[in-house]
């Protein structure tokens, strides 16, 4: 498993480990640099063949994994050191291998089957390399949260302050303008509030479902309508396209507006200013209703759409975060989507993404595909 790119790394670090006065340390970690530029791991071989004795060598190779896991984590952001981490398992899986089977010929028995701690190996690296990324979407979060929470707050205060500390006359001339701050600032925390709330029963099956027949077309325009208004700034054109006869479906229309409303936010969000979103509503079979979001935007690559319906994920880094319900690349929380699988899962549904990737110059856009059984008897 050959990883240039990670020998370089452990030469920087390789002051570092001498300063552990381990002279077999500092000769396993060369050993180490070696198998990774070379992918070859024979020169473990010769090393654990040349160790005082195998449980000297196996403390050791726990100490030199355990300096470099540290400073992989405290150095480099969680994906590049995932790749390491991985290489590093193959690494120190061969070495602990050299160890047992050196330590079995010497008490006449055989050494653990190899494919099947490598296999275990390669498990555990990719478990730990999820669990990286669920903490870094966790606490991204968080940071995200407190922020969407604290601006409105701030806001409220204010006005709060102007109420408490001004002039009857002039607070009388400005009411109208501090009545539109406050419904703004609390709409925009209850947004907030209710994305934590429905995450919260999604996931524990207790989210409340009111199912009525109800038109398709008139919940998709309306949608719209709305978006459409709201993102009057961003010179963006809408196109919706109904497919004839279509037939009312079992839905809560308000969740349904919910699922419209995430999507086409989305859409605006990740499409430059005068860019396209269109809208498409067809019954591929008599059970059945497609809907479809289609934009010009900068599109999604393929790492990101394996994961752009999980919970807490966001596209882009947590530092270029912009707030603003429809502005360019404005990432709320990373719950949206989110959201949207978990109610057209519970409308008995499914969801899907297509995009060519990401290309913020070329703009290949997205595709967000919505299927809902048109009975929820069916």
């Known amino acids: 498993m050959k990883n240039p790119a990670l020998a370089q790394w452990l030469e920087h670090i390789a002051d570092f480990v001498a300063e552990l006065r381990d002279p077999f340390s500092a000769t396993l970690f ?29 403390d050791s190779l726990f100490l030199t994994k355990m300096v470099i896991w540290h400073r992989l984590e405290s150095e480099l952001d969680p994906e590049p050191a995932s790749d390491f981490q991985l290489t590093l398992e193959w690494v120190f899986h061969a070495a602990t291998q050299f160890l047992l089977a050196r330590s079995a010929a010497k008490n006449g028995q055989s050494a653990p089957p190899d494919a099947d701690m490598l296999a275990m190996t390669r498990q555990l690296a990719r478990a730990n390399r999820e669990l990286a990324r669920l903490e870094k979407a966790r606490t991204d979060f968080i940071s995200i949260a407190a922020h969407e ?8 205060q204010g006005y709060v302050d102007m109420l408490r500390e001004n002039d009857p006359e002039i607070l009388a001339r400005a009411a109208a303008d501090i009545a539109r701050g406050l419904d703004s600032g609390t709409r925009r925390m209850a ?41 009057a700034s961003r ?3 809408f196109e919706v396209d109904i497919a004839p006869n279509i037939p ?28 396209t979103i269109a809208v498409s ?14 934009d010009t935007g900068i599109g999604i690559s393929p790492e990101d759409r394996e994961h ?3 919970k807490f994920y966001r596209v882009g880094a947590e530092r270029l975060h912009s707030t603003g319900a429809v502005k360019f690349k404005g990432a709320g929380t990373g719950l949206g989507l989110a959201i949207v699988h978990g109610i057209v899962r519970a409308f008995g549904g499914q969801i899907w ?26």
Do not use: W, Y
């Not at 934590?196 to 999604?202: E, N, P």
């Not at 993404?353 to 069916?378: K, R, Y």
């Open 30 to 58: 060369e050993g180490v640099v070696q198998c990774a530029a070379t992918g070859n791991t024979d020169v473990l071989s010769a090393i654990m063949i040349a160790a005082p004795s195998p449980a000297s060598a196996l």
């Open 149 to 156: 929470l604290k601006t409105p707050l701030t806001v409220l």
């Open 191 to 231: 947004a907030v509030v209710n994305d934590l709330l429905d995450v919260s029963a999604l996931e524990t099956d207790t989210l409340r479902l009111n199912f009525e027949p109800a038109s398709v077309e008139s919940l998709v325009r309306m949608a719209v309508d709305q978006i459409r208004e709201e993102a």
């Open 235 to 237: 010179r963006q054109k």
């Open 248 to 275: 009312p479906i079992e839905t809560d229309p308000a969740r349904f507006h919910q699922v419209m409303r995430h999507l086409l936010t989305n859409a605006v969000k990740f499409t430059p200013d005068g860019g």
């Open 281 to 294: 509503v067809a019954q591929p079979a008599p059970d059945s209703v497609t809907i479809r979001v289609r």
């Open 308 to 310: 752009v319906f999980d």
């Open 353 to 378: 993404v297509d995009s060519p990737g990401h290309d913020e110059i070329n703009c290949p856009g997205s595709t967000f595909t919505v299927q809902l059984p048109v009975s929820m008897s069916q």
